[in-house]
């Protein structure tokens, strides 16, 4: 029968507008997370982390929330511009020194 | 300073074939993560080395293995290919104590035929 491969959420903006990426982890034990931006035919490149011991970190136009409670990650990007467009992992750590990769949300900019 | 390099960058081989992988961390960097990439599974952990020796392990055949030498370097093998493992191959490196962001290289991608 037919393969079904993995279908990534999918997020479009308007240039200029905020971004706003969910990501839900599983474990809740994990105390270190991570978001990661991959654009296509290149690795996955570092964008900010967090730590439990935090809910709000912020960089040069990146927000992430931490929501420990219902084990939720956001981020946020602020005036979105077409660089922006690419495939949008979180990462979680847990115990075990070991990282777990959500399936990843494509983001596409529309100019 | 140097990022994660990984070589080659493109490779096809033929079913029953073996590959191997290489990976330079960014210097002073002691972890290597190996993880594979595809469509359907996403980014799936393969191993992690810490001064040449494997510390975590996931969910893979004895067909893939890898190894860390001395300066950090690490290389992966994957022996007895099927198709199945065309993929991205990714490397990742760190610092390796503590919890610590892990970087990635821009990856080796396999096609098997």
């Known amino acids: 029968g037919e393969s079904v491969g993995l279908h990534l959420p999918t997020l479009s903006v308007q240039e200029g507008d905020n971004s706003i990426i969910n990501c839900a982890y599983s474990n809740s034990a994990s105390d270190y997370f991570i978001w990661y931006k991959q654009e296509s035919g290149k690795g996955p490149q570092f964008i900010i982390d967090i730590r439990s011991n935090m809910d709000k970190r912020q960089g040069q136009r990146v927000t992430v929330l931490l929501n420990k409670t219902v084990k939720h990650l956001s981020l946020q990007i602020a005036a979105t511009q077409p660089g922006d467009s690419a495939v949008y992992f979180c990462?979680?750590?847990?115990?075990?020194?070991?990282?777990?990769f959500g399936t990843g949300t494509s983001l596409t900019v529309i100019p | 300073k140097a990022g994660v390099t990984q070589t080659p960058r493109y490779l096809i081989k033929t079913r029953g074939q073996q590959v191997t992988l290489s990976c330079s961390p960014i210097s002073g960097h002691r972890s290597v993560s190996w993880y594979q990439q595809t469509p359907g599974q996403g980014l799936q952990f393969l191993f992690e080395?810490?001064?040449?020796?494997?510390?975590n392990k996931g969910n893979f055949p004895g067909r893939f293995s890898g190894r860390q030498f001395s300066n950090s370097r690490s290389e992966m093998n994957v022996s007895t290919l099927e198709l199945g493992d065309s993929a991205l191959y990714l490397c990742?490196?760190?610092?390796?104590?503590?919890?610590?962001?892990?970087?990635f290289g821009e990856g080796s991608w396999l096609t098997v035929v």
């Open positions: 080395y810490f001064s040449e020796t494997q510390r």
């Open positions: 990742a490196s760190s610092p390796g104590r503590g919890r610590n962001t892990i970087y």
């Open positions: 990462a979680e750590m847990n115990t075990g020194n070991q990282f777990y």
